[in-house]
Nanobody, 115 residues
Framework: QVQLVESGGGLVQAGGSLRLSCAASGFTVSINVMGWYRQAPGKQRELVAVSYVGGSTNYADSVKGRFTISRDNAKNTVYLQMNSLKPDDTAVYYC?????????WGQGTQDTVYS
């Protein structure tokens, strides 16, 4: 059974940092594409970062240079390091994994950035 469990969100002042973790079970992170999405109040869920098998990554323009997605294959965990946070980064952040049949989402973790 596929499960994604996020942690690491919280309240942080603008300019600060947070590190989100996504612990995966039921599949192997190292051989799958993994993503982080976010959804702000009143807005659609948007892609933040993607980590591809082989090591390449892709980021939304709004977070390039500030956020970094990474994996720890031994822990079957994906991370999102978020630096230089802005109030506009306030959202619920979700870990994502897709297989041939469906998309899987974690429960989400709330990140609030105050100025």
């Amino acid at each position: 059974q596929v499960q994604l469990v996020e942690s690491g969100g919280g309240l942080v002042q603008a300019g600060g940092s947070l590190r989100l973790s996504c612990a995966a079970s039921g599949f192997t992170v190292s051989i799958n594409v993994m993503g982080w999405y976010r959804q702000a109040p009143g807005k659609q869920r948007e892609l933040v970062a993607v980590s591809y098998v082989g090591g390449s990554t892709n980021y939304a323009d709004s977070v390039k240079g500030r956020f970094t997605i990474s994996r720890d294959n031994a822990k079957n965990t994906v991370y999102l390091q978020m630096n230089s946070l802005k109030p506009d980064d306030t959202a619920v952040y979700y870990c994502n994994h897709n297989n041939s049949w469906r998309a899987y989402w974690g429960q989400g973790t709330q990140d609030t950035v105050y100025s």
